[in-house]
């Protein structure tokens, strides 16, 4: 019997190269995982692990899809607060201004 491939609604790309991690996405990922479980949201976001975007001077960067949020070059307390939010909110509005 096949298995039925899942995807979620909503993916956060957090790159975990060199730079990134030395500006604040060391331990997002498992900071946003446990984010992620605790709010029951593991059908509906899954966090990914790139090695780097390509695009190290602006680092840190994350990005949020589909809604092509791209945030980067932020504190490690604003990192962890909008992409939370993001996560929890049903339609990302109050990070579209950052695109
Ligand atoms: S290390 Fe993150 S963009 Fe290169």
Redesign the pocket.
């Known amino acids: 019997m096949k298995k039925k491939l899942t995807t979620p609604e909503k993916i956060v790309l957090v ?1 975990v ?4 991690e030395d500006k604040g996405n060391k331990d997002l990922v498992q900071d946003l995982k446990k984010i992620i479980k605790k709010q029951h949201l593991k059908e509906v976001c899954e966090v990914i692990k790139v090695d ?5 001077k602006y ?3 994350i990005s949020i899809q589909p809604n092509n949020i791209w945030l980067s070059d932020i504190s490690q307390k604003e990192i962890k607060t909008k992409v939370e939010n993001a996560i929890l909110s049903p339609n990302m509005d109050s990070l579209e201004s950052e695109k």
């Open positions: 790159c190269g060199s730079k990134c780097c975007f390509g695009k190290c680092a840190p960067i």
